[in-house]
């Protein structure tokens, strides 16, 4: 059946869900369905109606756009994903799809693939460094926007906090939609005050509450804290403050950011001695703001900043400018080309304005697979180094000094509810295949720090969102964290489905950590390492012993399940590794199972290279 035209698809689908396609002169239609579960994403945008996303399909046919799906919110709004092939079809309610005709809904028929080659070879160069990452380089975000809940979670919850902890991470950046669009009261410094006055016109607003256990957390956590500052509040041609609680309805745009408020906010947190690593200014504006407009904004940022805090030593660093959010390649997609652009020319223009830019940031969403079968596909992986290697070439060759951080990176993008457990679509095993390729992709191309969108909320958080529980990205980064070092180094692999990376250990005596991703679903590999016979090593094997779509994941055969203790404390399983004793005279071989990950560290006799004197 498969090839044949997009008719028969339409019967089996409607056979599913009970719905009956529809077809107007210019689009094909079927509803409850996402086609082209696994293309490329050309673009990723918002509007109001099925309809409105075909009509942009049809624009975008200039960059191969044929197929697309709709996703409603319930607020008039949705979310379109534009996509160039129906490979892959589910079944989801609320969802609708569609070609921009029926010759566009031909479902391909893949010419049969070889059978994969069980022995891969996997070789290192540990003999220089291939880049450095920020000791933090494995961040997460707490999102404002609604639908994450910020306004109703109690951060100050001490099973929040152990987890936070334990999860070892080197910063927490607040942002997110939501952070562009939140007022802060201005009496958070007066004693004498609730501290909770929001500005006129405003009915909810950044309280002292909310700052005091937003900086608690961050604490206690470990980790630093960088702040997204609202940059939709401006000043009109009548000197009267503008503010903006809608983002999509912009009247702040091109014009200079009115830092009242954010000077009320940083005057409290210095009286009440919360530190503060770094400011942004602005999340996702790069429509709203053009590059030298919002360079201009960020002097505003700076000369604050030195007024406030004029000891040059303890003064928050600048970082941005969070721009939304690369979806494809950079280099050949027109949806995608002029985020690139917008990286390159906002960073000069900072430093022509004296802006001491800290870190440039981007956001990142390559829409992995909802309800996978099996783990991301080598070419939605690509994706990630495809921005990654643009993004490092074009800073590198206008800002080198500046860091590069994915600000916002996630396995999707939109479309949420908040905390539904009726679908956990990406907090499952397959998605730490994501979360580790893209860790290893963004180190080996310069990145300094990896901000995972985000610990908690919705459906792909790294705890559940309503009882906490971690789930298998947790643990995955917890891994990471422990074995992956600062220092990156060059690795190969024979087989494309058969992902590596490798660092050294945080601490030389633990020699190199080399990550293996087996993203074959029913193929065993046998990986042969070059170069390390005779060390000692010790691996750690992941599995999802619910499959690609659950929610468990397991350690050398073992399931990974945190308890609470007196009500406080999330106390995590053992996560130690199997120690493997060399084999004199044989090659060095992991045996890793179908859809597996493998953290192998090597140490001692026989490991040649940086490692051993570099962390």
Known sequence: ??????????????????????????????????????????????????????????????????????????????????KNSTLGAISKQGATSGCVSAADCVLPTPPPSPPPNPNVRVEVDAASVLSRTDPGFKSWNIDASPNREWETRDLSNPLLASLGRQSVPGYLRFGGAGNDGLPYALDMSDPASAGNQCVKGSIRCLNRTWVDNLCGFASNSGAKLVFGLNINVCTNPDSDSTRLEEPLANPCAGRPWDPTESRALMQYLIKANHTIFGFELGNEQNTNYEPHVAAANFKILSDLLVELYPDSTQRPKIIGPDVHGFHGDPLTSPAEIPKLRYLKEFAPNCSDLGVPLHA????????????????????????????????????????????????????????????????????????SFWYLDSLGVKAANGYSVFCRQDFVGIDYGMIDCSTYAPLP???AGILWSRLMGTAVLRAASSSATLRVYSHCSPTPAAGMTVLLLNLDPVVARNVTLAGVDGAHRVEWHLTGPGGANGTQIALNGKLLEAVVKGGTEYVLPSLEGNAVAPSPGAPTTVEMAPASIVFVQFSGAGLVGVCDSVM
């Open 1 to 82: 059946m498969v090839g044949m035209a997009f008719a028969l698809l339409s019967v089996a689908a409607c056979a599913a869900t009970g719905m009956p396609p529809t077809a107007s002169p210019s689009c094909t239609v079927v509803d409850n369905m996402i086609l082209g579960s696994k293309p490329v994403t050309i673009a990723h945008v918002d509007t109001k109606s099925a309809a409105e996303c075909c009509q942009r399909c049809q624009e975008f046919q200039s960059a191969r756009c044929t197929v697309w799906t709709w996703e409603g919110r319930g607020n008039s709004k949705g979310t379109c994903f534009l």
């Open 360 to 431: 440039a940031t981007h956001h990142e969403y390559v829409d992995v697979d909802e309800n996978p079968l099996g783990p991301p596909t080598v070419e939605q992986l690509n994706i990630t180094q495809q921005i990654a290697s643009a993004v490092n070439a074009t800073l590198a060759s206008v800002a080198p000094a500046v860091q590069i951080w994915a600000g916002e990176i996630g396995p999707h993008n939109g479309g949420s509810v908040a905390c539904d457990h009726s679908e956990m679509r990406w907090a499952n095993f397959a998605d």
């Open 473 to 475: 990205d947790y643990y």
